[in-house]
């Protein structure tokens, strides 16, 4: 048996299951394409009207693609689409209102089925649905959660049971319990805070923090009692959502805001500031957030936002320093609508800008190399065009493009290589890592899967096919600081994904497995 080693930084990889794809809101996936030009478009799905922010993919029903779920601002309507073909499997409508917050989607009940959360802009509430049919399982009235908020699943004060962690227009930031809705927890955040939350473990305490941003503040908060670690007032506001990264390279995460004011903000885990920069407002009224990567991988971490300024529409920043790298006008003279996303659109080895706005008619995505140059655009519809996702929805081994639009006949779309592309893999870091990740790493040798660890730690490690399912769970528990070899067994010929799950991320890394 044969075993490559590729190791990746990232969450899972296998989907884009929540707002910005990952817990911490990088937008960033390591998944690799080849759309070398502008794509084709494969299917369109209209039939549950237009969705408002970006498509989460996820794997439900067992066969080799994975499935769509579109929730729609348009009609209120929930839809699980099936990735092959582009049909609905099944089409709910739990509540009436508009859905503007991205669906989160998790295994709420333990049951072995992935479930679904969403929630309404207003007069609705929360929801989760049922997965394989749509049924609802609990829900929330609007007096609870209401506004633009996309939901996070996580077990945030490691009890073993997973929560809901949602903002409001009413000011609080709920915890709810995942299986049955109830509230465990509610802060009150002293102005909106309808915005996606950014979780990790922010301080190196050994769990998680939320970051969130209300009109009044951005906020650090312990996941655990909701207690305020920090709080900065200037880097406030609920029209972008909170990025969380080790963006200056000292080994430590920072936490990354756009506020309402048109500054970027870069604060450290003690709550100081290490720099701002003012690049202008983001889309008025529309949450949209930064995202983050080292896009040209110099082993500096890039700051990607995008603003409702003419001319100067998407803005590239060094992690390290806050300097403006460079800067890319939005043809049209209209903003950015919504969060660009990162990933390596074209197999190139670089990480591509995806960028979604609206103005413009017909209204194109636009793909930017990391050095902010105009590669491809493609025109979708007579809509605004919303955050685009990247995952393998046909396993080919390829990344797909999913995008969402305000046009009610063709409300989504599944977007691919012109010439059927095969095996692009994932984005290699062949260091085994970035600068200044000092977390724990995963690599493969001839041995087996060897986990290197700075530091005690508590996490689990998975193996999962190239679809998202999980193959194989080889150790769950607390480890000492050091190295530790597991050997996959029973793994057939393909490609598989080891992950490593701890409080602080995710470290995985991909295995070929060739008999």
Not at 317 to 341: K, Y
Not at 349 to 375: D, F, K, M, R, Y
Not at 447 to 469: A, E, K, Q, T, W
């Amino acid at each position: 048996m044969f075993y490559a080693l590729i190791l990746l930084v990232s969450q899972d990889p296998a989907w884009w299951p929540m707002y910005g794809r990952d817990l911490a809101n990088t937008h960033f996936s390591p998944l690799k394409g080849a759309m070398s030009a502008a794509p084709d478009i494969v299917w369109t799905y209209g039939g549950a009207g237009y969705p408002e922010n970006a498509l989460s993919v996820v794997q439900f029903d067992g066969d080799q693609q994975l499935e769509v779920v579109v929730a729609s601002y348009g009609t209120g309507q929930v839809a699980l689409v099936d990735g092959a073909s582009g049909l609905a499997q099944w089409l709910v409508q739990p509540a009436g209102g508009a859905i503007w917050g991205q669906p989160a989607v998790a295994d709420l009940n333990a049951d072995g089925t992935p479930d679904i959360v969403v929630t309404y802009q207003s007069g609705g509430g929360i929801y989760t649905l049922n997965g394989l049919n749509g049924a609802t399982l609990w829900s929330r009235p609007s007096s609870v959660v209401s506004g633009y908020p996309s939901p996070k699943i996580v077990d945030i004060d490691g009890d073993g049971s997973l929560e809901v962690i949602v903002g409001s227009d009413n000011d609080t930031l709920y915890w709810l319990s995942a299986s049955n809705g109830a509230t465990e927890r509610a802060l009150w955040l002293q102005g909106d805070c309808d915005v996606a939350p950014a979780i990790a473990d922010v301080d190196e305490d050994g769990r998680y923090e939320i970051a969130i941003s209300s009109t009044s503040a951005l906020f650090l908060l312990n996941g655990e009692d909701g207690s305020v670690v920090w709080t900065n007032p200037a880097a406030g506001g609920h029209c972008s959502m909170p990025t969380v990264i080790d963006a200056n390279g000292d080994g430590h995460l920072d936490v990354v805001h756009h506020s309402d004011a048109g500054r970027v903000y870069c604060i450290d885990r003690f709550g100081a500031v290490l720099w701002n920069v003012n690049i202008g407002a983001s889309y008025p009224g529309q949450p949209a957030g930064t995202a983050a990567a080292d896009i040209d991988r110099d082993g500096t971490i890039e700051i990607i936002a995008g603003t409702d300024t003419p001319g100067d529409s998407v803005f590239c920043i060094n992690g390290a320093t806050g300097a403006i790298e460079w800067r890319w006008p939005v043809p049209g003279g209209c903003g950015v609508h919504r969060a660009p996303s990162l990933a390596d659109v074209n197999g190139d080895g670089l990480v591509e800008i995806l960028v979604p706005a609206p103005g413009v008619n017909p209204h194109p995505l636009w793909c930017l190399s990391s050095t902010g140059n105009l590669l491809w655009s493609v025109n979708l519809s007579s809509g605004d065009i919303h955050d685009p996702s990247n995952a393998d929805v046909d396993a080919d081994g390829c990344a797909e493009l999913l995008v969402g639009t305000t046009n009610g006949v063709n409300g989504a779309f599944l977007l691919d290589d012109t010439y059927g592309a095969s095996g692009c893999g994932l984005l290699a870091y062949e260091d085994y890592g970035v600068p200044g990740f000092s977390g724990p790493t995963l690599r493969f040798t001839a041995d087996g899967i060897v986990l290197s660890l700075p530091s005690r730690c508590d996490g689990s490690l998975f193996i999962y096919d190239i679809g998202g399912r999980r193959a194989s769970a080889l150790f769950s528990g607390r480890l000492e600081a050091g190295k530790y070899t597991f050997k996959p067994e029973g793994l057939s010929q393909g490609i598989y994904i080891a992950v490593f799950e701890h409080k602080g991320g995710v470290a995985s890394c991909v295995l070929p497995v060739i008999r």
